[in-house]
């Protein structure tokens, strides 16, 4: 019994060891996946905004290069302006100029935002492949976990067999030392009544003799 008992408590503590592991497990698998979406989504929105500062800069830069046009066109209309046309041409000029600058900064932020999403989805599959080896050490773990508690409970019940048959030899030795008390005071009934009987016939045959 007491092996019985020292065995049922090793596959508890055991069953318990298994599942804390997992949880931790799990725990770590959660929190990459959690970290991996924030990441990926903060990285969507950066693409987002360096998309429109792209698409603002293309329109600026179409805007300035009417400028520019508009100002050709006025200079060649009106000498008069001509100074002023120069002025407004280079301004567009130097405008377009530097919206060229964002359109190239925007494109590199977006190529950066391209990288991050990547990396956040790396990220992603690597915690999906953590979760399915977790899965499946879990499932590894229930098995086990079954396993052990067959064999407790064949354990459990092979105990309880035994210890019925325990009851029972001691019940039937109870019995049989009964018996034996019984057996033997019969003999001592028995023999006093014979030596009883003989005391009896002695004075007879002393009188007969």
């Given at each position: 019994m007491k092996m019985f008992f020292s065995f049922v408590f090793v596959l508890t503590f055991s069953c318990g060891v298994f599942a804390e592991r997992d949880q931790n497990l799990?725990?770590?698998v959660e929190e990459a996946?959690?970290?991996?979406?924030?990441?990926?989504?903060?990285?969507k929105?950066?693409?987002?905004?360096?998309?429109?500062?792209?698409?603002?800069?293309?329109?600026?830069?179409t805007e300035s290069e009417q400028a520019i046009a508009k100002a050709k066109a006025l200079s060649e209309k009106a000498s008069k302006s001509q100074i002023q046309s120069e002025k407004e041409v280079r301004k567009s000029q130097a405008q377009s100029e530097r919206y060229s600058r964002q359109i190239k900064d925007a494109e590199a932020r977006q190529a950066k935002a391209q990288k991050q999403i990547q990396l956040a989805q790396e990220r992603i599959d690597q915690a999906h492949?953590?979760?399915?080896?977790?899965?499946?050490?879990?499932?590894?773990?229930?098995?086990?976990?079954?396993?052990?508690?067959?064999?407790?409970?064949?354990l459990k019940r092979k105990a309880k067999q035994s210890e019925a048959s325990a009851q029972r030899a001691q019940l039937a030795a109870v019995k049989a030392k009964e018996?034996?008390?019984?057996?033997?005071?019969?003999?001592?009934?028995?023999?006093?009544?014979?030596?009883?009987?003989?005391?009896?016939?002695?004075?007879?045959?002393?009188?007969t003799d």
């Open positions: 799990q725990f770590e996946v959690v970290d991996a979406d924030a990441a990926q989504t903060a990285a929105e950066e693409k987002q905004r360096a998309k429109e500062e792209k698409q603002r800069a293309r329109e600026f830069k492949a953590k979760q399915a080896a977790l899965l499946q050490r879990k499932k590894q773990s229930d098995e086990n976990a079954r396993k052990l508690n067959e064999q407790a409970i064949l018996r034996e008390k019984m057996a033997a005071a019969n003999l001592r009934k028995v023999r006093a009544q014979s030596q009883q009987r003989v005391r009896k016939a002695q004075p007879r045959r002393e009188a």
